[in-house]
């Protein structure tokens, strides 16, 4: 393990561009880029979010040809009144200053809060743009399918909703979801898992999640938790239980390495890396799961694979919940090498 960048305040998210560029937001505005190890003084863009709570600059994707097109994709909270919404917007770089522009506003409106804001932006191997979204802590909104609170959202990469979707004409992929926010794609599969901030409070607390998901599927938030069951109503592949809190975020399905196959996700309140296998026959077993990094850098936020084999994770003790270091958060590299 080795900390490849410093100083940075409660990163979010971060994806991978062409000749070795790390683009990443932080959650006051910023997003950054790392370029041969180091992280460039300059923004590559700063937006005017509402940095609030769990709220501001969360979600980044790049576009799949980004190359070509120089488009980047990200999440954010901003004030709207007296409230707060979410957006999801397109970027393009400009190629003559290397900078970044707003290039056009793909869905807004949606009911924001000091917490609960989803915020994960991916693209899926079908091409198509994922967008997890909390309830804004209006529980009954994730199951109220004329919300778009407590979703994972499918669009084009356009904005305009595909035609595939399991509700016509509605950017809902999945519904029934408390505060979603890390999504992973199984190779060879293509099988989709998210995670899952699960109740807080008593009697009610943790019962965090990892879910299986399928297109038009309600996964029960706020009718059922843990392992409870109703009709019609889908529980997670994995749950903390009623004393343990995992708070994840970012995942990542591993490709290369000893760890091949394996999905990880990043632990906030659990400060933790951890590691899940699947057996490959049933989408719903868990095979084995591990908790590594444990209390050795603090809340982590997000976890991927990069070009070079190595995971890239992000701390997130800049996010009021956490203790800082005097450096700030970090990138941390993790080398997966064979015993």
Not at 91 to 117: F, K, M, S, Y
Not at 133 to 158: F, H, V
């Amino acid at each position: 393990m080795e900390t490849l960048v410093t100083g940075l305040e409660a990163p979010w998210a971060l994806d991978f561009a062409p000749a070795g560029r790390i683009f990443l937001t932080e959650r006051g505005g910023r997003i950054r880029i790392i370029q041969d190890g180091k992280l460039l003084p300059q923004p590559w863009l700063t937006l005017d979010v509402a940095a609030t709570g769990e709220a501001g600059l969360l979600g980044l994707a790049l576009d799949p040809a980004f190359a070509q097109n120089g488009f980047v994709y990200v999440a954010y909270t901003t004030r709207a009144g007296a409230g707060l919404q979410n957006r999801l917007v397109r970027l393009r770089e400009d190629p003559a200053t290397g900078q970044g522009a707003i290039d056009r506003v793909l869905l807004e409106g949606i009911p924001g809060n000091g917490n609960h804001d989803g915020g994960r932006v991916k693209f899926g191997p079908d091409g198509k743009l994922y967008w997890t979204m909390g309830d804004a802590q209006t529980g009954a909104a994730a199951q109220d399918r004329t919300s778009l609170n407590g979703k994972i959202l499918r669009l084009n990469p356009d904005g305009t909703i595909p035609a595939d979707n399991p509700f016509p004409g509605s950017p809902i992929y999945s519904y029934g979801h408390r505060n979603p926010q890390g999504l992973a794609w199984q190779p060879g599969t293509g099988r989709l898992y998210a995670t899952e901030h699960g109740p807080s409070g008593v009697p009610s607390c943790c019962h965090d999640e990892l879910n299986f998901i399928e297109p038009g599927k309600n996964y029960g938030w706020p009718t059922i938790t843990g392992d409870q069951t109703h009709a019609g109503l889908v529980t997670p592949v994995l749950q903390s239980g009623n004393t343990e809190t995992w708070a994840p975020s970012g995942a990542t399905f591993v490709t290369a390495g000893p760890w091949a196959g394996s999905l990880l996700f990043a632990g906030l309140r659990g400060e933790s890396l951890y590691r899940v296998v699947l057996d490959p026959a049933d989408p719903r077993r868990v095979i084995l799961f591990e908790r590594l990094l444990e209390k050795q850098y603090g809340r982590l936020r997000d976890v991927e694979q990069g070009p070079d084999g190595a995971l890239y994770v992000l701390t997130s003790n800049l996010d009021g919940r956490g203790t800082p270091l005097p450096d700030g958060d970090r990138v941390l590299s993790l080398s997966l090498v064979m015993p």
